[in-house]
C-alpha cells in the first residue's frame, strides 16, 4: 500500500457563505417573528385587560409592589398628597381604586402608577411642585392611566416579552439585552397615545375639582428649562414631546372652554419642612 | 463508494491511501422543536424532531467525507469513525473521518 | 442606547477582528499542512511495513482550544431559533481540528507515517461553555512509526 499525498480543490467542511448577509436575512427575520408576536400579544392583552377584576388586580399589586422593594419617606408631604388624591377620586374621579401613595426619594422628576393603586411620587417631583393645582393636574394624570387601566397594559405586556426573551435566549445573552432595547422603544411609541389620553382625563378631573384649569400646564413648562439629563431623560422619552403636549393640552382648554384662574398655592408649612 | 469501520474492504485489496478525510457538520432545529422536545422530556419517549436531527446531521457529515475523498482520488473508505463536540448549546456537532484509499 | 452602541461596536470588532485572525490562521495552516505533505496520518492500523523495518513506534498527539468571535456567536444564537446549519461555527470546527492534527505531526517530526489516529474533542472548557464562552477543544493522537533508512 504507498501513500499518494494529494490535497483537496476545497474544503468540503465549511460551507462558503458570506456572514453578513445572513445576519441581516435571520435579524431580519427574528425582528418581524418579534413585531408580529408583539402584536398578537398586544390583541390579547388589550382582550384580557377589561376582564381582570379589581380584586384580582389588588392581589396583583401586592406582590408587584413587594417586589419593587424600597421604603417610603417624608411623610409630611405623604399624608398631604394622599389627602389630595383622595380628595380628587371623592369629588371628581369616582374610580374603583383605593389609591395609597408612596413617596421615594429619588431625584426623578416623575410619578408612577402601579398595579393595585399605588402610586409612587419620587421627592424630586415634589420639590419641583409650584401649586397645589399643578401636583393635582399629575396626580389626576396618574388617575387617568389607572380609569384606562394602561398600567395593566404596559406591564402585562411588558412582563410577557421579558419572559419570552428570557426564556429564548436566557436572561443575561447578549441577544436578549438588544431585544430588551428594541422592545422597550416601541413599547414607548406605544403609550404616547395613552400619556394624551391620561392628559385629557387630569384636564377634566381638575376642572372638577377646582372649577378651572390654572397650573395645568406648568408643569410641562418647566421641564425644558431643566437640563438635567440622564434620569429625568427617561420621563422625555416615555411622554409625548413637552411642547406638542402643552398646544394640545390648550387647544382642549380653548375648545372646551376652561377657565384659567389663580392657583392655590401648596401649604407652606409642609413644603418647607425638612425631614 | 465503500464505507467500512474495519481495517480492510473484504475481497478487496488496499492499493494506495490518501491519508486522512474527515467531514463535519453543526446543525440546529427551530425553537419550536427545542420546546416540543422539553415538553416531551416530561413525559419521555423518542424526542423525533432531535432523533431526525441526529440523522440529518450524521448524513450530512458523510456526504462530505465522501466529497473529501472523491476530491483526493480515493474509491473506498476504512476505519471510519464518528465524534462529537459541544459547541452550541441545543446544537447537533458531528465529526466523521477515516483514511481514504484506492481498492482493487 | 449607549449600552446598544457599545454592543454593537463590540460586534463589530468581533468581526472584524475575527475575521483577520481566522484568515491568519488559515494561511498558518495552508503552509504547514503543505510543509508535512508528505507525512501521512491515516486511521488504520496496519500500512502492511515489515515488523523488521519499523525501527521506532512512539505515541504522538496534538491539542488546541479555539473560541468563536462573538458576531459568529450571536449568528449562531440566531441561527439556533431557526434551525439549520450553523454556518457561522463550521469553520471554527474545522480550524480546530486542523490544527489539533497539524500539533500532532510536528509532534512525530521525520516519522514515516501516523497510524491508528484519532481524534475527539476534550471537555475541560464545558463548564465555561456554560458560563457562554463558546470554544471547542480538539485533541489528536496516534502512533508515529519511523522506518529504517
Given at each position: 500500500m504507498r501513500y499518494t499525498p494529494r490535497h483537496p480543490k476545497?474544503?468540503?467542511?465549511?460551507?462558503?457563505?458570506s456572514h453578513i448577509r445572513e445576519f441581516f436575512v435571520l435579524a431580519g427575520g427574528l425582528l418581524s417573528l418579534i413585531v408580529v408576536i408583539y402584536l398578537v400579544l398586544g390583541l390579547t392583552v388589550d382582550l384580557i385587560v377589561p376582564h381582570i377584576s379589581i380584586d384580582l388586580e389588588n392581589k396583583m399589586g401586592v406582590h408587584f409592589f413587594q417586589s419593587m422593594g424600597g421604603k417610603d419617606v417624608d411623610s409630611q408631604r405623604g399624608y398631604y398628597v394622599q389627602s389630595l388624591i383622595d380628595d380628587l377620586r371623592e369629588r371628581c374621579a369616582k374610580l374603583p381604586y383605593r389609591f395609597k401613595i408612596h413617596v421615594r426619594k429619588a431625584s426623578t422628576v416623575n410619578a408612577m402608577a402601579l398595579p393595585g393603586g399605588h402610586v409612587i411620587v419620587f421627592t424630586g417631583l415634589l420639590d419641583k411642585m409650584s401649586s397645589e393645582n399643578e401636583l393635582a393636574f399629575v396626580l389626576a394624570h396618574e388617575m387617568g392611566h389607572y380609569a384606562h387601566r394602561d398600567h395593566l397594559r404596559a406591564g402585562g405586556r411588558a412582563v410577557v416579552l421579558m419572559t419570552f426573551s428570557a426564556l429564548l435566549?436566557?436572561?443575561?445573552s447578549s441577544v436578549s439585552k438588544i431585544l430588551s432595547h428594541t422592545l422597550n422603544i416601541t413599547e414607548l411609541s406605544f403609550s404616547r397615545k395613552q400619556e394624551t389620553m391620561a392628559d385629557e382625563f387630569a384636564l377634566e378631573t381638575i376642572n372638577c375639582a377646582y372649577g378651572h384649569v390654572g397650573g395645568a400646564t406648568d408643569f410641562f413648562e418647566k421641564i425644558p428649562k431643566e437640563q438635567d439629563t440622564g434620569k429625568i431623560g427617561h420621563y422625555f422619552a416615555s411622554h409625548p414631546e413637552t411642547r406638542s403636549r402643552i398646544s394640545h393640552l390648550n387647544n382642549i382648554i380653548r375648545s372646551r372652554g376652561f377657565n384659567l384662574a389663580k392657583r392655590k398655592p401648596l401649604p407652606k408649612a409642609i413644603w418647607n419642612f425638612i425631614p | 463508494m465503500i464505507i467500512t469501520n474495519i481495517e480492510t474492504v473484504p475481497g478487496k485489496t488496499i492499493v494506495e491511501h490518501f491519508g486522512l478525510v474527515s467531514g463535519s457538520t453543526i446543525r440546529a432545529k427551530h425553537i419550536g422543536r427545542d420546546i416540543m422536545a422539553s415538553l416531551k422530556n416530561l413525559v419521555g419517549g423518542e424526542l423525533k424532531g432531535y432523533t431526525q436531527l441526529l440523522q440529518e446531521s450524521r448524513n450530512q457529515a458523510i456526504d462530505r467525507m465522501i466529497e473529501h475523498a472523491r476530491q483526493m482520488g480515493a474509491n473506498a473508505i476504512v476505519n471510519v469513525r464518528f465524534s462529537t463536540s459541544s459547541v452550541a448549546q441545543g446544537a447537533a456537532e458531528l465529526y466523521v473521518y477515516g483514511t481514504a484509499v484506492r481498492v482493487q | 442606547m449607549y449600552d446598544l452602541l457599545i454592543f454593537l461596536a463590540l460586534i463589530a470588532v468581533g468581526y472584524s477582528v475575527g475575521t483577520l485572525l481566522e484568515k491568519r490562521h488559515y494561511h498558518s495552516i495552508h503552509k504547514r499542512e503543505k510543509a508535512f505533505f508528505y507525512l501521512p496520518a491515516v486511521t488504520i492500523k496496519s500500512v502492511d511495513y515489515p515488523e523488521e523495518k519499523i525501527r521506532s513506534a512512539e505515541l504522538v498527539y496534538g491539542s488546541v482550544v479555539i473560541s468563536i468571535d462573538c458576531f459568529k456567536k450571536i449568528l449562531a444564537g440566531l441561527r439556533n431559533i431557526f434551525g439549520g446549519t450553523i454556518k457561522s461555527y463550521e469553520s471554527l470546527i474545522d480550524r480546530a481540528r486542523r490544527e489539533a492534527l497539524l500539533r500532532m505531526k510536528e509532534m512525530a517530526g521525520d516519522a514515516t507515517v501516523i497510524v491508528n489516529v484519532r481524534i475527539e474533542t476534550s471537555t475541560i472548557a464545558r463548564k465555561a461553555n456554560k458560563k457562554g464562552v463558546g470554544c471547542l477543544e480538539a485533541i489528536a493522537y496516534g502512533t508515529a512509526l519511523t522506518l529504517e533508512k
Open positions: 476545497s474544503n468540503v467542511n465549511v460551507t462558503p457563505t435566549f436566557g436572561a443575561d | - | -
